[in-house]
């Protein structure tokens, strides 16, 4: 079996490399040689290179489900399943070529699913992938996380849960969280970064009727999926990680466009921007200088509006931002830039993200706003039957414990307190970082003590308050304070927060914490916390994915209609 120290000898991954390993189940991705030598910046002709602002912004299509109904047939037990199939399919990304992708149902972005607090939902995927990958010669296997939901460990995208191709697994989400920006992506050990980079990731909106009152919706509510990356000259994705720090394409996109123009209205829209890069971290910011009005952050809408000029976002941060295209005339250009972060590689186009052109004002304005709010009020407690508190009425005097998670690279390797993914399975998956009761607060610090790197961490299940940073006077930054399962832990940076582990004993079990820069996480930047007895749902064994017998086509995609492209 090929070991990590191993795996740490290889060098970085080339699109272009034809050499593999295998270990166990899991595929090692291959090591460049002379002849592949790594891409640095896409190696596209002129005529193949995009031009910012060029491309027609587009939405991911909506998906539909493919049955409701009633638990019991209960009305107040709704349910709504749907079907994707994880598949290769075409793209143009680039002028004059065409991109092979890997994508939930063949697209990038995935189909966007639009979930309803109280709404029970179950999403069957299948994996029907061939036999060999896109950057690697072996098979794509897969494992999803809908990152943010409060799931089952069985069903929350445990990185050893894993579908193979020609294996479906039926993912089960209770949606009884406040209303947030969660979105769905691929989770398999050692190859998480390539998966993603590949095309699987997808938004999954959940409302509820506080958020549907007091925030913009319909034509006003618009995802912004920002990634990177870089092509051979064919079209095709190219890929280096930069011997595991990370990597950085010369190309941003928005909804896989890169650098979109979009007709905007003279109203006030609401943009849920999630930073998909595997690895870039991003500053965006108004050319006009006008702030932006922070309404939400990963896990839910924000106490206090935020009015800022720009923002830090890492790998998975999820902001929620009004931007009010009120005060502009008609024909205005307005860009969304970057004003980047320490320690990314940035090239010529990478201060530029989008524009918007303003165009006159039409149709009913049904779902917007007409000011900007100074508040917002998210209901409470996230649902007093199960007992919970609410993230941001929590305070340190009510946590029972205090845990320190510390990034630092340790013999090559990514590490959180200097254990890794490897050391989790050697111990049989039971090495844990914590073991918190059911509803237990804990107040977390993490640490990142190196100037080299910044680390965007991530811990599965939970909503957190961020109480204190060793910079910016010891607060948050004002874009941070809202409720956050991803933390930016900058260079020599530290965060405190508290959580509550709020979920009822019978859903007790494991769920990791990583590093959200996914090549840090492939190498191997992972741990695990339980809830209750580790044996609890165990997210392996409890619901494993199983042959898909059913005839090709047995759950053909239906998308609602969208709106124009551009719009």
Same mark, same amino acid.
């Given at each position: 079996m090929t070991t990590r120290r191993d795996m740490l000898k290889l060098g970085a991954v080339s699109a272009l490399g034809l050499a593999g390993l295998r270990g166990g189940d899991d595929t090692?991705?291959?090591a460049t040689t002379a002849a592949t030598p790594p891409v640095t910046a896409s190696l596209l002709a002129p005529q193949n290179m995009p031009i910012p602002y060029a491309g027609v912004f587009r939405r991911p299509p909506e998906l539909v489900p493919f049955e409701t109904g009633f638990d019991n047939g209960d009305p107040a037990l709704p349910f709504a399943r749907y079907a994707l199939t994880q598949k290769l399919g075409q793209a143009q990304f680039v002028p004059g070529l065409s991109t092979t992708v890997a994508g939930y149902n063949g697209i990038f972005p995935g189909p966007t699913i639009r979930a309803a607090q109280g709404t029970r939902v179950e999403v069957r995927i299948r994996n029907a992938f061939p036999g060999t990958g896109l950057l690697f010669p072996g098979a794509i296997n897969t494992? #999803?996380?809908?990152?943010?939901?409060?799931?089952?460990?069985?069903?929350?995208g445990y990185a050893n849960d894993i579908t193979v191709p020609g294996n479906v697994k039926n993912y089960h989400y209770p949606n009884w969280q406040t209303a947030r920006t969660l979105w769905y992506h691929d989770h398999k050990h050692h190859i998480t970064a390539q998966n993603v980079y590949s095309g699987l990731a997808g938004f999954y909106p959940l409302s509820d009727r506080f958020e549907r009152a007091q925030l913009p919706q319909g034509e006003f509510d618009v995802p912004l999926m920002i990634s990177d990356a870089m092509f051979?000259?064919?079209? =095709?994705?190219?890929?280096?990680?930069?011997d595991q720090k990370g990597l950085w394409g010369d190309i941003i996109m928005v909804n896989g466009v890169p650098w979109p123009t979009m007709k905007v209205k003279p109203r006030i829209y609401r943009f849920r921007v999630l930073d998909a890069s595997i690895s870039r971290s991003y500053r965006p910011t108004l050319s006009t200088g006008d702030p932006v009005y922070v309404v939400g952050t990963d896990a839910g809408m924000v106490p206090k509006v935020q009015a800022v000029k720009s923002w830090r976002q890492g790998t998975a941060e999820r902001y929620e931002v009004l931007i009010d295209f009120r005060h502009y005339r008609a024909g205005q250009m307005i860009e969304l830039r970057n004003l980047s972060n320490k320690n990314n590689i940035d090239f010529a186009n990478t201060g530029k993200i989008m524009r918007f052109e303003v165009v006159a004002d039409s149709g009913s304005g049904a779902? =917007?706003?007409? =000011?900007?709010?100074?508040?917002?009020?998210?209901?409470?407690?996230?649902?007093? #039957?199960?007992?919970?508190?609410?993230?941001?009425?929590?305070? $340190?005097?009510?946590?029972?414990? /205090?845990?320190?998670? /510390?990034?630092?690279?340790?013999?090559g390797q990514w590490t959180v307190n200097g254990v890794t993914w490897a050391d989790v399975e050697k111990s049989g998956f039971t090495k844990l970082f914590g073991n918190p009761k059911p509803f237990d607060i804990e107040q977390w610090t993490i640490t990142n003590a190196s100037g080299g790197w910044f680390h965007p961490l991530h811990i599965h299940l939970i909503d957190a308050k961020i109480i204190s940073r060793n910079t910016n006077g010891g607060k948050p930054f004002a874009w941070e304070t809202g409720p956050k399962d991803v933390f930016y832990a900058g260079e020599n940076e530290s965060i405190t927060a508290l959580t509550q582990f709020d979920t009822g004993p019978e859903q007790g079990g494991r769920y990791m914490i990583h590093c959200h820069n996914l090549v840090h996480e492939d190498h191997d930047m992972m741990v695990q916390f339980s809830v209750g007895d580790l044996r609890n749902n165990d997210p392996i064994s409890s619901d494993p994915p199983v042959l898909?017998?059913? $005839?090709?086509?047995?759950?053909p995609p239906v998308y609602r209609p969208g709106l124009p492209p551009g719009t």
């Open positions: 090692i991705p291959p494992v #999803t996380h809908l990152h943010g939901s409060a799931s089952l460990p069985q069903y929350d051979n000259a064919d079209g =095709s994705l190219a890929y280096n990680d930069n779902g =917007s706003i007409s =000011s900007i709010p100074a508040t917002l009020d998210d209901g409470g407690a996230l649902n007093p #039957t199960r007992g919970g508190i609410a993230t941001m009425s929590l305070t $340190p005097d009510m946590a029972v414990a /205090k845990r320190d998670l /510390k990034l630092f690279r340790a013999n898909d017998t059913t $005839p090709e086509g047995s759950f």
